[in-house]
């Protein structure tokens, strides 16, 4: 396994259930809590968890790339524009003071894909 597959491995398990599953399948009233709001349905909430869903499977399709020796480029750029965007968003809100654990990932997510596409030959060494 390389270092970028490794790193779009852990983004897949900590996304999963910390952020897609719960937009997917918690009841209203959890999360009009957890994001501080009054919503009057859970459409929105849950095509984010869609949306999310998504972007793991281009995450997996980055693995199965780079398990082919091949440098995944447009998973590593959606990587960068996602988890680059949701940082600046939760800092830029505020909300990062309720999300500490959660921003700090996505930055060092995206402090990773930036270094994988300065030095894909780093991040195409097999490490296991």
Same mark, same amino acid.
């Given at each position: 396994?390389?270092?970028l597959?490794?790193?779009?491995?852990?983004?897949?398990?900590?996304?999963?259930?910390?952020?897609?599953?719960?937009?997917?399948?918690?009841?209203?009233?959890?999360?009009?809590?957890?994001? @501080?709001?009054? *919503?009057?349905?859970?459409? +929105?909430?849950?095509?984010?968890? $869609?949306?999310?869903?998504?972007? %793991?499977? &281009?995450?997996?399709?980055?693995?199965?790339?780079?398990?082919?020796?091949?440098?995944?480029?447009?998973?590593?750029?959606?990587?960068?524009? @996602?988890?680059? *965007?949701?940082s600046?968003? +939760?800092?830029?809100?505020?909300? $990062?003071?309720?999300?500490?654990? %959660?921003t &700090?990932?996505?930055?060092?997510?995206?402090?990773?894909?930036?270094?994988?596409?300065?030095?894909?030959?780093?991040?195409?060494?097999?490490?296991?």
């Amino acid at each position: 396994m390389t270092g970028l597959a490794l790193l779009f491995f852990i983004k897949i398990v900590v996304t999963l259930p910390f952020v897609a599953l719960p937009f997917l399948f918690l009841p209203k009233a959890r999360l009009n809590a957890a994001m @501080s709001v009054d *919503a009057r349905n859970t459409t +929105l909430f849950r095509l984010y968890g $869609v949306a999310m869903m998504a972007l %793991l499977a &281009g995450y997996g399709g980055g693995i199965w790339q780079a398990s082919q020796n091949i440098f995944p480029w447009g998973a590593v750029a959606m990587g960068i524009i @996602s988890n680059g *965007a949701a940082s600046f968003v +939760l800092v830029k809100t505020g909300a $990062v003071s309720r999300a500490k654990w %959660l921003t &700090g990932f996505f930055i060092a997510v995206t402090l990773g894909l930036l270094v994988a596409a300065v030095r894909p030959d780093i991040a195409m060494t097999k490490i296991f």
